[in-house]
């Protein structure tokens, strides 16, 4: 006997390796040393072959004995313990426990969990377990073993002696272990008796997993039958035939008939025409491949009022895929269905607003927009006629301003309606009203004489901004008026809030339109007027040119004559600037760059030198300076340009002047003037210049709040000034 708390497992070969006999042992007996015991009617323990003979009929009286626990009217874990003490009291142990298979949370070992005990005790009660009484963890293999099929004879962990477990399986599944204790560690366990116990086991498997069906299949139906009677809809099962086989108190309810009426009826004689015809044909019904067929109908309901349905129906299948029956299952959509109209035509209404706020808003001519709002006016309330009137405040009318389907000579019959009568109308009805023929009225107001199919008003909507009446819109037929309803009504309101949008934007386009047209005939006006000063100063500065240039030829004295051309070179510089503003776009403006080249390439043939002077004007940018400040930077090129001709290049074939004008970013301008002539004398370089065309140059510079730096260059002078540019105007 293995000692106490240590672990016997047997080979995998357990079938022959329990049986401690062969096929021709000689019978020695069970247990030998051991316990012996006989119970009643079972006989008692001999050798041989008798004795084999006996063990297989008291196995098969195990066997039947189990059966018929299971077949009688024992119920509950009363069965199970019953079936215990049969084969404990057989076999001659003392105790047999049935034990579910279970793991452990987290590591997914398998352990027992004893769900029903038998225990040979003189009291012969059974005892019913609703719960685990112990959980004993499996030693390593055995679980493995048992799920294989094969019994073990071994000892448990903790246990009080040896134990045999038989494998209980519920179809393909080991669901749990038969153990038998309470016998020596010598006993010896027969293949007859491993066979017999495991036979007795799988009667327990499939008792146990037939009782557990029937439970699952019986709990089904009631939840199922639950479900059906509390359905707000009425639902049928049929026979592939169409016949009735269940029907739900709602369907009773809507065939009008009783639940005994109706089982067994074929489903077209039973139900109203009016549903009974829009029933799926046979042809239609659901078969394997479309399983579920549904069909909206329309039935007049018990109110009188038309209502929507929609029925289901479902295949039900049998094991071998056949249609055995079907589920018919009707839905009242009548509310899903008033919702989609309702949406449907609340979209069309938001289309419509849309298509028409796109349309008017391409418009932005008064009379073009009014006819595309009348046109879409009439598209969209479906509508042969409509006029838009508009508010004359002089005359305190709503006139007809642009119409859309009315015909030339029924125009002149258009009532002018009186802003008082309209706005009593808007205050007594609203903003959209259904309004009566008024054409005979308003015939008789303004004695018109109406054609012979005058147009008739339907309804009208009238145009607010800012709570002020600017118009109306008003939709005409030219048959027997027709009502409109709310929701046309509504349509022909959002359009007018859309007609009055567009005419106020048509309004303020118009008025910004010829504002815009007044404001360029008045700029092209001054602009004529301020290029043609500019010429005519242009014009007075080249004739008092001129006029030193005649007097500058009478003089003899050279030096005279020399201050005469400085002058005139002067004024020549000063009619230049004019002559650029009135032949450039810009009539206050001028091009720096553009100005500084023709200043320096007039100056060069004025002085006609014999040398060639070459002149290189460089800006990073189209620089643009204001009147005020172009002049004085001319003036001061001028004299920077006529000093370097008169003196810098003396003796020489050819020469460079080379002149630099850049923006700073704090509205700044740099000029960098430089030649390649003979250069000054250190002192005049560091001391103020006396000459008047230098002392020019730095009274031009302080008006332009600049500074001026002259300095020798390598070879030539240099001279650098940063002034103001003015105004700061840069024209691209």
């Known amino acids: ?78 069965r199970i313990h019953a079936f215990l003490r049969r084969p ?96 020596t560690g010598r006993r010896r366990w027969r293949r007859s008796e491993i066979s017999a116990l495991k036979a007795a086991a799988g009667i327990l498997g499939s008792v146990v997993r037939d009782s557990r069906s029937c439970e699952a299949l019986h709990t089904a139906e009631t939840c199922y039958r639950t479900i059906v009677e509390d359905l707000t809809d009425p639902l049928c099962r049929l026979s592939p035939d169409g016949t009735i086989t269940y029907a739900n108190d709602l369907f009773c309810a809507l065939c009008s008939r009783e639940r005994g009426g109706v089982i067994g009826m074929p489903v077209q004689d039973v139900l109203p025409p009016g549903i009974a015809e829009n029933l799926s044909v046979p042809g239609d019904l659901p078969r394997t491949t479309n399983p579920i067929v549904t069909h909206e109908f329309r039935f007049p309901g018990a109110d009188g009022d038309e209502r929507w349905y929609l029925s289901v129906w479902r295949a039900i299948f049998d094991n071998g895929g056949a249609v055995c029956g079907y589920q018919v299952i009707g839905h009242d959509i009548t509310a899903q269905k008033t919702r989609e109209q309702m949406l449907h035509e609340e979209m069309q209404r938001t289309s419509a607003l849309l298509r028409i706020a796109a349309r008017l808003n391409g418009n932005v001519e008064l009379d073009a927009m009014l006819d595309a709002l009348c046109e879409e006016t009439a598209r969209v309330l479906r509508v042969p006629a409509v006029v838009i009137f508009l508010y004359e405040h002089h005359r305190d009318l709503l006139v007809p301003a642009r119409s859309f389907g009315v015909p030339e000579e029924a125009r002149e019959s258009l009532p002018f309606i009186p802003r008082t009568i309209y706005e009593r109308e808007v205050g007594r009805q609203g903003p959209v009203f259904a309004i009566p023929d008024l054409v005979p ?18 309804a009208s909507a009238a145009i607010f901004h800012k709570q002020t009446l600017i118009g109306a819109l008003n939709v005409m037929t030219f048959d027997a008026p027709r009502s409109f309803s709310l929701e046309d009504l509504a349509l022909l309101n959002g359009i007018a809030d859309q007609a009055a949008l567009a005419i106020v934007n048509a309004r303020l386009f118009e008025e910004r339109t010829a504002y815009e047209r007044r404001l360029q005939a008045l700029f092209e006006e001054k602009t004529a007027l301020l290029k043609e000063v500019h010429h005519r100063v242009k014009n007075n500065l080249q004739v008092i ?68 002077v070459s002149v290189a004007v460089e800006t990073a940018e189209t620089i643009i300076l204001p009147v005020d400040a172009a002049i004085p930077l001319g003036l001061i090129l001028n004299e920077l340009v006529s000093n370097s001709l008169k003196h810098g290049f003396a003796g020489r074939h050819e020469g460079v002047i080379a002149i630099r004008i850049a923006r700073l970013p704090d509205r700044q301008l740099t000029v960098e003037y430089r030649d390649d002539g003979v250069g000054r004398p250190p002192d005049v370089v560091t001391r103020l210049p006396a000459t008047l065309g230098l002392q020019l140059v730095r009274i031009l510079v302080e008006q332009l709040d600049g500074t001026v730096a002259f300095r020798q260059g390598e070879p030539g002078t240099v001279v650098e000034i940063t002034v103001s540019d003015g105004a700061g105007e840069e024209v691209a």
């Not at 020695?28 to 050798?47: H, K, L």
């Not at 320096?600 to 004025?606: C, E, K, T």
């Open 1 to 78: 006997m293995p000692d106490r708390g240590k672990t016997v497992s047997v080979p995998l070969e357990l079938d022959a390796s329990l049986a401690c006999e062969t096929a021709g042992d000689s019978g020695d007996e069970v247990g030998r040393g051991g316990r012996q015991r006989a119970p009643d009617g079972f006989p008692p323990r001999g050798t041989g072959r008798r004795r084999t003979a006996g063990i297989l009929q008291l196995y098969m009286e195990i066997l039947g004995d189990t059966a018929a626990i299971f077949s009688g009217s024992v119920a509950g874990d009363a």
């Open 88 to 183: 404990g009291r057989a076999t001659g142990v003392s105790r047999v426990c049935l034990a579910g298979v279970a793991r452990k949370p987290g590591t997914g070992e398998v352990c027992l969990r004893i769900q029903c005990e038998w225990a040979d005790e003189p009291v012969g009660s059974p005892k019913e377990e609703g719960r685990c009484i112990s959980c004993r963890d499996l030693p390593p293999g055995w679980a493995e073993r048992l799920a294989a099929g094969l019994a073990i004879h071994g000892s448990l962990p903790a246990s009080s002696g040896p134990v045999l477990m038989v494998p209980v399986f519920c179809g393909s599944k080991l669901r749990g272990v038969l153990e038998f204790r309470g016998y």
């Open 441 to 458: 009225r308003m015939n008789k107001i303004f004695r018109k004489r109406a054609p012979e199919k005058p147009p008739r008003t339907l």
């Open 545 to 612: 040119s001129s006029l030193l240039s005649l007097q500058g030829r009478l003089i003899e004295n050279a030096e005279t004559r020399e201050c005469i051309r400085e002058s005139e070179n002067r004024v020549k510089s000063l009619a230049l600037v004019y002559e650029s503003l009135y032949r450039s776009e810009s009539i206050v403006a001028v091009d720096i760059g553009a100005y500084t080249r023709r200043l320096a390439n007039d100056l060069i043939r004025s002085y006609a030198l014999p040398a060639h």
